[in-house]
T-cell receptor, first 113, second 112 residues
Framework: DGGITQSPKYLFRKEGQNVTLSCEQNLNHDAMYWYRQDPGQGLRLIYYSQIVNDFQKGDIAEGYSVSREKKESFPLTVTSAQKNPTAFYLC????????????FGPGTRLTVL | KQEVTQIPAALSVPEGENLVLNCSFTDSAIYNLQWFRQDPGKGLTSLLLIQSSQREQTSGRLNASLDKSSGRSTLYIAASQPGDSATYLCAPSPGAGNMLTFGGGTRLMVKP
């Protein structure tokens, strides 16, 4: 089955800890994205990557880091510098040419204890 | 910077009604616009994508229209069903392989 997987589904973090969220896709998409969703708010872009070994900051990149060593994988690290990391994190992917439809994974819910 | 507004924020209708969800955006220089559905605690499911050169797209009971010049898109749901209950999100994109900007969504409840 082709699609996007995210793990874990739920993640609990103590204050001061770094955690890494996994995102894998087998759709052969070049572009991958990380969004954050807070209750009652729309999604906001954290980072995106259009090709391997390259990525750009989105609107709310502070306190987050990413890597893109493989086409299939785009892990997101939530660092201790992120002041309010409790949120629902969604990963997406797309081709880089028309029509550029983005497909989303099931999400990871991160809670800071 | 693109800003997206969705009206209404919440909507409750009896089963069988036809309904319209509205999306407005401030920057008309878009490449395409996607409509998504999100069930509670789940990821987003893509419903329809309209490219900037298109006026509308249809999938089953769903029809999405786009008026780039006025910065508006509408999602029409015909003969609504309880299974349509979800949050609907619209998101324009400025270019291929580029980010989406999301509205706050419309939370739809269809009552049996």
């Amino acid at each position: 089955d082709g699609g996007i997987t995210q793990s874990p589904k739920y993640l609990f973090r103590k204050e001061g800890q770094n955690v890494t969220l996994s995102c894998e896709q087998n759709l052969n998409h070049d572009a991958m994205y990380w969004y954050r969703q807070d209750p009652g708010q729309g999604l906001r872009l954290i980072y995106y990557s259009q090709i391997v070994n390259d990525f750009q900051k989105g609107d709310i990149a502070e306190g987050y880091s990413v890597s893109r060593e493989k086409k299939e994988s785009f892990p997101l690290t939530v660092t201790s510098a992120q002041k309010n990391p409790t949120a629902f994190y969604l990963c997406a992917s797309s081709i880089r040419s028309s029509p550029n439809e983005q497909f989303f994974g099931p999400g990871t819910r991160l809670t800071v204890l | 910077k693109q800003e997206v507004t969705q009206i209404p924020a919440a909507l409750s209708v009896p089963e069988g009604e036809n309904l319209v969800l509205n999306c407005s955006f401030t920057d008309s220089a878009i490449y395409n616009l996607q409509w998504f559905r999100q069930d509670p605690g789940k990821g987003l499911t893509s419903l329809l994508l309209i490219q900037s050169s298109q006026r509308e797209q249809t999938s089953g009971r769903l029809n999405a229209s786009l008026d780039k010049s006025s910065g508006r898109s509408t999602l029409y749901i015909a003969a609504s069903q309880p299974g349509d209950s979800a949050t609907y999100l619209c998101a324009p994109s400025p270019g291929a392989g580029n980010m989406l900007t999301f509205g706050g969504g419309t939370r739809l409840m269809v009552k049996p």
